[in-house]
């Protein structure tokens, strides 16, 4: 009997956040022609039913990180090319730890390798607010000038926002050369070029198996510094008027063999407060506990959903004898997890 082999599967942290917005409006959207004030700024919003629920597009929350790793991480950030209606990267992720998980997509010419893209190892989701909102209007005047006050308005939100995101460990710092939309990350006409051979030198990155792979600790160092960032994220817009605090208020975090993300459900309202269901997120632990490669690791700051505590300390006893987890707070629980990956990082 003739067997295939069979491709290894990959090996993802898992990371679930609840950031806490009192008093924000982080992400705006572009002024309504029709509103009755002209210069009404609104938040971004989307319905369900008749409920209004407040977001923060993924884009923003990846400027966000990405801006932290530069300034805290000291990434050197690939530059930004444009030709007319069109913007790209330098598509060196020897050089540039950002185009590495941050993925890109460039086309050239043919004769320089074509149309490369790399899908991002790092996979967001929009930051969603957790309740429905009646959002508030806050009016201005720009009156510093002579003649009549210019009036304008934006609007913002009381709630708290839940997030996805996943890193896949297996493709951080590996670029393939598979002629497929988001896995044409290199082509051996582009690693031919002058500048990408020395940056490659330089990387001392290896192929292997038709893929060119960066040195182990370098992988395992973007890979931690990407998680590592998460409790230093500053950013968001009207930042000079409401001053939200952008990092995680409650994180959980995990390795998995696979891509299915386990905590996308875990976060519910419950009269009209926000809070998470140790219910379902000890039966994920459960159900998919051979899958889960390392502990969880779940940090809650002290002061944010108190009531909590008591049952995050019963579901890590309910669970102990098949997966451990660390309850501490959410810089410690980043701090022991990124500690851990790699061990996960060949």
Known sequence: MTTTATKPMTKNA???????????ALN????????ADENEIPAKVMRRGRDVIPYVSAQAWRYWWRNTLESKYGWKMSPIQREAKIAFTSANPFTYPDDDVFGYMRAMKNTEGGTLTRLSPLKISPLISVLPQMLTSDFGVMSRHAGDPVPHVHQFYSTVLKGIFSLDLSSVGVFRGTAKTGYKNL???????????TAIDNAKAKQQNGNWVMPKDERVKR????????????????????????????????????????????????????????RALK????????????????????????DLRESLETLREEVKESKTVHLLSPKQAVEKFTEKLSGFIE
Do not use: C, W
């Open 187 to 197: 082509d051996e006409k582009y690693t031919a070029k002058p500048e990408i051979v």
């Open 14 to 24: 898992l990371g679930f956040v609840l950031i806490d917005a009192p008093h924000s």
């Open 283 to 306: 039966q994920v632990l459960t159900d998919y506990k051979d899958a889960l490669l390392s502990d969880v690791f779940i940090g809650r700051q002290e002061g944010f959903q108190d």
């Open 223 to 278: 890979a931690q510094d990407t998680i590592a960032a998460l409790p230093f994220l500053s950013g968001g817009a009207k930042s000079a008027l409401h001053l939200t605090d952008v990092t995680p208020k409650l994180i959980v975090l995990a390795v998995i063999e696979g891509g299915n993300h386990l905590f996308m459900n875990i976060a519910a309202e419950k009269a009209g407060e926000p809070l998470i269901n140790t």
């Open 28 to 35: 705006m959207g572009q002024a309504d022609p029709a509103a």
